[in-house]
């Protein structure tokens, strides 16, 4: 697996968040439920992709914690 839990965390977000919203627009069902449905799941995928590439682009801490 990969050695930097950001990307492993962003990967998880992309498969469990991205993931479903995108198979809800493929697979047809954003014609069977209301406008408000639709754009709720639109505002989750954008939402996952930005949490994911966050993420993704985060540099790793090295296991120190940061003095505010």
Known sequence: MLKNRN???ALLVLLF???PGIHFF???DNHLVPALR???VGGQIA???AIAVFY???????G?????
């Open 38 to 40: 639709s754009y709720l």
């Open 7 to 9: 990307k492993q965390f």
């Open 64 to 68: 120190k914690q940061q003095a505010w």
């Open 56 to 62: 993704w682009l985060k540099k790793e801490n090295g």
């Open 47 to 49: 939402l996952g992709t």
């Open 26 to 28: 493929v697979s047809g």
């Open 17 to 19: 968040i991205v993931g």
